[in-house]
């Protein structure tokens, strides 16, 4: 079976990259010139130069009847700053690719999007509720939305496309997203928690549910990858518990956190640097949104994991790559 990734080196796709060549895959790996090949490297895979804004380049990378496409690049910007990019990643890459794949007759696409297409609103959620991410003032909620519309398209023309929608993700080979805050709280420099909640899946298990899409999943379908909800206070606390630390955080009201991200964000227009908070993030680190992924389960066999195994998997990685000091991985016992 020959796979060809898009976001090869992001921290899903090295996840999807370990699980593809466990299963002994012949995987071809799209990056840039100037990607961090850290990861990617430690594992047997074809690396191929280029990116999803050059057509061109897509047709002649892509392997001809590729057994699976799965499109796993995006720009995951929280600053309006960088809509602009983030649109022409989001949206024209992900139609570049979808035309490439039909091209060159690639037998099964599949789409990496998110749940947040269902929109940035309370409560609880599964498959059959509408999309109202389109209209959504958040660039990468409106961006990813429009990028489903695009698979979409490709399936009208023939391309035979399923659509995975992860909700948050902990797991090992992350540094930039929840893992930082996973530091941020190991090394006590978290004094306020977000005030939200939400579902999470683990890294190793998506990346498998991935696989089994192309299988199994149904042509056109949307799939829910959930399984454990939590707060985010939940996870912070399950985190000091984790690597036997007193985390001292309290939750920061949400209206504070919109505050401050409105005005960090109005300043940045100043700084020209991104904030640590911006209207955006302080928007969606504050919402109560969970999300059912019985569906998945159902057809692609995807199994949910508890918050406390993500979170050890993830300290456990860090751990063993040196990001994480001063903690035996050993006291944190097997996964």
């Given at each position: 079976?020959?796979?060809?990734?898009?976001?090869?080196?992001?921290?899903?796709?090295?996840?999807?990259?370990?699980?593809?060549?466990?299963?002994?895959?012949?995987?071809?790996?799209?990056?840039?010139?100037?990607?961090?090949?850290?990861?990617?490297?430690r594992f047997p895979v074809r690396l191929v130069e280029g990116t999803i804004d050059d057509p061109g380049a897509l047709e002649r990378?892509?392997?001809?009847?590729?057994?699976?496409?799965?499109?796993?690049?995006?720009?995951?910007?929280?600053?309006?700053?960088?809509?602009?990019?983030?649109?022409?990643?989001?949206?024209?890459?992900?139609?570049?690719?979808?035309?490439?794949?039909?091209?060159?007759?690639?037998?099964?696409?599949?789409?990496?999007?998110?749940?947040?297409?269902?929109?940035?609103?309370?409560?609880?959620?599964?498959?059959?509720?509408?999309?109202?991410?389109?209209?959504?003032?958040?660039?990468?909620?409106?961006?990813?939305?429009?990028?489903?519309?695009?698979?979409?398209?490709?399936?009208?023309?023939?391309?035979?496309?399923?659509?995975?929608?992860?909700?948050?993700?902990?797991?090992?080979?992350?540094?930039?997203?929840?893992?930082?805050?996973?530091?941020?709280?190991?090394?006590?420099?978290?004094?306020?928690?977000?005030?939200?909640?939400?579902?999470?899946?683990?890294?190793?298990?998506?990346?498998?549910?991935?696989?089994?899409?192309?299988?199994?999943?149904?042509?056109?379908?949307?799939?829910?990858?959930?399984?454990?909800?939590?707060?985010?206070?939940?996870?912070?606390?399950?985190?000091?518990?984790?690597?036997?630390?007193?985390?001292?955080?309290?939750?920061?009201?949400?209206?504070?956190?919109?505050l401050a991200g409105g005005m960090l964000g109005f300043a940045s227009h100043f700084t020209g640097k991104e904030p640590l908070v911006?209207?955006?993030?302080?928007?969606?680190?504050?919402?109560?949104?969970?999300?059912?992924?019985?569906?998945?389960?159902?057809?692609?066999?995807?199994?949910?994991?508890?918050?406390?195994?993500?979170?050890?998997?993830?300290?456990?990685?860090?751990?063993?790559?040196?990001?994480?000091?001063?903690?035996?991985?050993?006291?944190?016992?097997?996964?």
């Amino acid at each position: 079976m020959i796979a060809f990734v898009t976001g090869a080196t992001g921290f899903l796709g090295i996840n999807l990259i370990a699980e593809l060549t466990t299963q002994r895959w012949d995987v071809v790996a799209l990056h840039r010139s100037n990607s961090d090949l850290t990861y990617l490297q430690r594992f047997p895979v074809r690396l191929v130069e280029g990116t999803i804004d050059d057509p061109g380049a897509l047709e002649r990378l892509i392997p001809s009847q590729v057994d699976a496409v799965f499109h796993m690049a995006a720009d995951v910007s929280f600053w309006a700053r960088n809509n602009e990019r983030q649109t022409r990643t989001n949206v024209l890459g992900t139609r570049n690719v979808v035309a490439a794949a039909l091209s060159r007759g690639a037998r099964r696409f599949v789409h990496t999007s998110t749940s947040s297409v269902y929109g940035l609103i309370p409560g609880s959620f599964d498959e059959t509720a509408p999309q109202r991410g389109r209209d959504s003032w958040f660039n990468y909620v409106a961006t990813k939305t429009l990028a489903e519309d695009e698979v979409r398209g490709g399936i009208a023309r023939g391309l035979d496309a399923v659509i995975l929608n992860p909700t948050h993700i902990i797991g090992r080979y992350d540094r930039n997203n929840w893992a930082r805050l996973i530091l941020l709280a190991a090394g006590g420099k978290l004094p306020l928690i977000p005030p939200g909640r939400g579902s999470f899946c683990h890294g190793p298990e998506v990346a498998r549910a991935h696989i089994a899409a192309v299988v199994t999943g149904r042509t056109g379908e949307n799939y829910l990858l959930a399984g454990a909800d939590a707060s985010f206070k939940d996870v912070i606390e399950i985190t000091g518990e984790t690597l036997g630390r007193r985390i001292g955080s309290r939750v920061v009201p949400a209206a504070v956190l919109r505050l401050a991200g409105g005005m960090l964000g109005f300043a940045s227009h100043f700084t020209g640097k991104e904030p640590l908070v911006t209207p955006e993030s302080a928007i969606m680190l504050g919402v109560h949104q969970v999300f059912r992924g019985e569906k998945a389960e159902r057809e692609l066999g995807y199994r949910p994991r508890s918050v406390r195994d993500m979170v050890k998997d993830c300290c456990l990685w860090l751990i063993a790559e040196g990001f994480l000091k001063g903690v035996n991985a050993a006291n944190l016992g097997p996964l």
